[in-house]
């Protein structure tokens, strides 16, 4: 259960008094708390960590808080941000809560209503627990035993294709890029390429088209998305093309 000052927060600030003051109450608190000075490495943490809210400072000295949360919102990430910012025009106000934040705050502002407004966002934005269940159509992935099945048939899948199809499962309709995939399924300092990520698409695929028709299709150029079939798409089982057709490496 998380309690009503429990939750992963971000903090992102470049002013080392600040962001420590900011981190040390809300610790204080009871919530866990993470820090950042720049933008880069603020991403790079939002996107592979699972945090319940962002603290962001605008004003950033390399990529600023406004496209930060643009970045995340275009990789379909929700997190829930409060904007810290030193400007209090309309208009900076207007811009961040309409590009996906959910609070903004003018510096210089108080410890005790930052912790207010962080339970407020919470409270409003905590979503219902998710079952660990994941399913479309008569595919099924549980997320406690690790298990897949397709029409009631267990299906064996790596740790890496479990987590490719979870990704894939989570945004069912939605057209993945490869470079969404590395993020999301490998390391962020994974030194792959867009190569490792069509390879393990067709590993996926072909297990996955020995009891049904395929449901992950190639949308050329772009990536690859999790539906149903249409007229007119190409058959998946065992047509992948000649640098993908690799046999599936063993995992532990």
């Known amino acids: 259960m998380v309690t009503p000052d429990g939750g992963n ?10 962001r420590d003051a900011v981190a040390a109450s809300l610790r204080f608190l009871g919530f866990e708390v993470t820090a950042a000075d720049n933008g880069a490495e603020a991403l790079r943490l939002a996107r592979n960590r699972p945090f319940d809210l962002l603290i ?10 406004f496209e930060i949360v643009r970045r995340l919102r275009r ?23 309409t590009i996906g934040g959910d609070d903004y705050m003018t510096k210089p ?13 919470l409270r409003r934005t905590r979503p219902v627990a998710a079952e660990p269940v994941l399913s479309f159509a008569d595919l099924t992935l549980d997320q406690d035993t690790y298990e ?28 993945l890029t490869r470079a969404q995939l590395l993020d999301h399924v490998w390391d962020y300092d994974f030194g792959g390429s867009s190569t490792v990520v069509s390879t393990y698409v067709t590993y996926l695929r072909r ?6 028709p ?23 089982p065992g047509q992948a093309s000649p640098e993908e057709g690799q046999a599936s490496p063993d995992e532990s």
Do not use: W
């Not at 962001?56 to 808080?65: E, K, R, S, Y």
């Not at 990430?77 to 106000?93: M, Y």
């Not at 297990?207 to 049904?212: A, E, F, N, P, R």
């Open 9 to 18: 927060l971000l903090v992102v600030d470049d002013e080392p008094f600040l």
């Open 56 to 65: 962001l400072d605008v004003m950033l000295p390399d990529v600023d808080g």
């Open 75 to 97: 990789d379909g990430n929700r997190v829930p941000v409060i904007f810290l910012t030193a400007k209090d025009a309309q208009d900076d106000k207007v811009t961040g809560l």
């Open 109 to 121: 502002f108080g410890l005790e209503e930052l912790a207010a407004r962080v339970r407020t966002v």
């Open 148 to 175: 897949v099945r397709r029409g009631g048939r267990l299906i064996e899948l790596s740790p890496t294709e479990f987590r490719l199809l979870r990704y894939f499962m989570l945004n069912p309709g939605r057209v």
């Open 207 to 212: 297990k996955l088209v020995s009891d049904g």
């Open 214 to 236: 395929d449901l992950i299709h190639t949308q050329r150029a772009v990536g690859y998305c999790l539906r149903l079939p249409r007229p007119g798409d190409e058959p998946g």
